[in-house]
């Protein structure tokens, strides 16, 4: 029977909780970043020149920002369940494992019993 997982060895869940960690730190980053070019532009560009196609890359850039900001926040939504799961998988593996303990204690001292009652018909 497989051992509870430890640290040393993650599970396949702790790795795809590192991997979506670090997705979400680049996607915060992005979100990040795009909200300095939208609000450079914003402020740089004088507002009678916020028209046509400059008007259009600004109104892009802030939906961008808002749908990489959602994407994010997703994110941090699947990586706490992620980790909800990984608590409980831990927390059924050492019930399972304690819970074999138990058997295989009881299951030897049935045994050890059944040697005793079979040694003295023996005699």
């Given at each position: 029977m497989p051992q509870a997982q430890n640290d040393s060895n993650p599970t396949a869940l702790e790795h795809a909780l590192d991997k979506n960690e670090a997705i979400q730190e680049a996607v915060e980053q992005s979100a990040a970043e795009l909200c300095v070019v939208n609000a450079v532009l914003t402020q740089e560009v004088p507002a009678h020149l916020q028209t046509g196609e400059v008007a259009q890359a600004i109104e892009r850039t802030e939906q961008l920002e808002s749908r990489i900001q959602n994407?994010?926040?997703?994110?941090?939504?699947?990586?706490?369940?992620?980790?909800?799961?990984?608590?409980?998988?831990?927390?059924?593996?050492?019930?399972?494992a304690s819970a074999q303990a138990a058997l295989d204690q009881t299951h030897g001292h049935s045994k050890a019993k059944d040697r005793t009652v079979q040694g003295s018909a023996a005699r």
């Open positions: 994407s994010a926040d997703e994110l941090a939504q699947v990586n706490l369940a992620l980790k909800e799961e990984i608590s409980l998988r831990a927390d059924l593996e050492r019930q399972l």
